[in-house]
């Protein structure tokens, strides 16, 4: 079974810095995706960006970006001139590929991390 | 994206009843699914609803506790039977679109408090 680590329970950044979050997962397959998804204080979970495991390049949305090492199985967010907006709870995910044998459409979620944005 | 709403935001019910939560889509879905959200905790997936068809349960959970029904493409209740307190959570509702392998978008959630 996959699992996703998220081993920072917090972390703090300052408006306007960049602060990057960890996220490590274990599987042995080779076709899946991965996702980091936000979710403040309203308790909305919020889809933040999406990587593709057969992709090599990291995916970017605006400020957001990853760090994605497939053979290390480590997936980090970066966030770039933080914003008081920014502070929520951010949770690394994990699905099968369509292709992996026995895949679902089933998220795997990390723990958690909760990131405070200090002005 | 879709835009997806849940009834009721939050409720306080007594042990022993059952709570039934609704999610409603803007849209024709082809997947909707069903995550816990215990306090403090990740999100764990109770089961995919299926139109037309019983819902696909993950393990350690079952059908007499969580019946779900999705009657529709854009509509799907969960309904919490028997509480006790440890079913005090969150629950919300996801879809997938089919626009992106992959991607899900969240309701906003029901809070239930069982005492």
């Known amino acids: 079974a996959q699992t996703v680590t998220q081993s920072q329970p917090e972390m703090s950044v300052q408006e306007a810095e960049t602060v990057t979050l960890s996220c490590t997962y274990d599987t042995s397959e080779s076709d899946y995706y991965l996702f980091w998804y936000k979710q403040p204080p309203s308790r909305q979970m919020i889809l933040v960006i999406r990587q593709e495991a057969y992709k090599q390049q990291n995916a970017t949305e605006n400020r957001f970006s990853v760090n994605f090492q497939k053979a290390a199985k480590s997936f980090s967010l970066k966030i770039s001139d933080s914003q008081l907006g920014d502070a929520a709870m951010y949770f690394c995910a994990y699905r099968s590929g369509e292709f992996s044998p026995g895949g679902s459409e089933k998220l795997v979620f990390g723990k958690g991390m909760k990131l405070t944005v200090n002005p | 994206s879709a835009v997806i709403s849940q009834k009721p935001s939050r409720d306080i019910c007594q042990r022993g009843t059952s709570l039934t939560i609704q999610c409603q889509v803007d849209s024709q879905v082809t997947m909707m699914f069903w995550y816990r959200q215990q306090p403090g905790q990740s999100l764990t997936l109770i089961a995919t609803a299926n139109q037309g068809s019983e819902a696909t349960y993950e393990s350690g959970f079952v059908i007499d506790k969580f019946p779900i029904s999705r009657p529709n493409l854009t509509f799907s209740t969960l309904t919490v039977s028997n509480m006790s307190p440890e079913d005090s959570s969150i629950y919300l509702c996801?879809?997938?679109?089919?626009?992106?392998?992959?991607?899900?978008?969240f309701g906003p959630g029901t809070r239930l408090t069982v005492t």
């Open positions: 996801s879809v997938r679109t089919g626009m992106k392998v992959g991607e899900q978008y």
